[in-house]
T-cell receptor
Framework: GQSLEQPSEVTAVEGAIVQINCTYQ??????LSWYQQHDGGAPTFLSY????GLEETGRFSSFLSRSDSYGYLLLQELQMKDSASYFC???????????????FGRGTQLTVWP | EAGVTQFPSHSVIEKGQTVTLRCDPI?????LYWYRRVMGKEIKFLLH????????ESGMPNNRFLAERTGGTYSTLKVQPAELEDSGVYFC?????????????FGPGTRLTVT
């Protein structure tokens, strides 16, 4: 079966840097995504890695190592508003017009303290 | 551009009753997905429409769940009869093309409570 592991909770202070790790075991792999969800809200897309390496988008960066089945989300210059749940998700099906399902981890609750 | 909308936001029903959830994807998005999150667990895939056709329904738990997508626009997910274990948050997502790494846009979810 498919499984994604990520820490359940992480805490940090404002201005700090935090890294949320994700390891996965899936039958296929076409990319690792990260989503943010504030309480009661819609999961919001943050980043996507299909190839090895680091993708940077403002204060957030995401890394992927396909050989290690591992990725991480790096959040810099933390702000109070970054307190949320963060999910890693793997797309296990290939391209064409049939863009496939996502398999999600259980989420990491990030709490940012002043 | 309006996002993915879902209705209702909350639903409380008794075991054995029927509930229908609705999802309106972003206009022009051919791909529509249903997911469910049971409390404390991961968000799990239920099914995937491409336009009006079911592309993948491997995640549907059993035949009490029926999803439709009329004319390739909005989608409904009916649970009949509902059981206690069906409680959770049901998310809908949509996507189109190869933009931004196959990003799926999620709705705010419908919180279903079966008592």
């Amino acid at each position: 079966g498919q499984s994604l592991e990520q820490p359940s909770e992480v805490t940090a202070v404002e201005g700090a840097i935090v890294q949320i790790n994700c390891t996965y075991q899936t039958s296929g792999f076409y990319g690792l995504s990260w989503y943010q969800q504030h309480d009661g809200g819609a999961p919001t897309f943050l980043s996507y890695n299909a190839l090895d390496g680091l993708e940077e988008t403002g204060r957030f960066s995401s890394f992927l190592s396909r050989s290690d089945s591992y990725g991480y989300l790096l959040l810099q210059e933390l702000q109070m508003k970054d307190s949320a749940s963060y999910f890693c998700a793997v797309r296990d099906q290939g391209g064409g017009s049939t863009l496939g399902r996502l398999y999600f981890g259980r989420g990491t609750q990030l709490t940012v303290w002043p | 551009e309006a996002g993915v909308t879902q209705f209702p936001s909350h639903s409380v029903i008794e075991k054995g009753q029927t509930v229908t959830l609705r999802c309106d994807p972003i206009s022009g998005h051919d791909n529509l997905y249903w997911y469910r999150r049971v409390m404390g667990k991961e968000i799990k895939f239920l099914l995937h429409f491409v336009k009006e056709s079911k592309q993948d329904e491997s995640g549907m738990p059993n035949n009490r769940f029926l999803a439709e997508r009329t004319g390739g626009t909005y989608s409904t997910l009916k649970v009949q009869p509902a059981e206690l274990e069906d409680s959770g948050v049901y998310f809908c997502a949509s996507s189109q093309g190869r933009q931004r790494g196959y990003e799926q846009y999620f709705g705010p979810g419908t919180r279903l409570t079966v008592t």
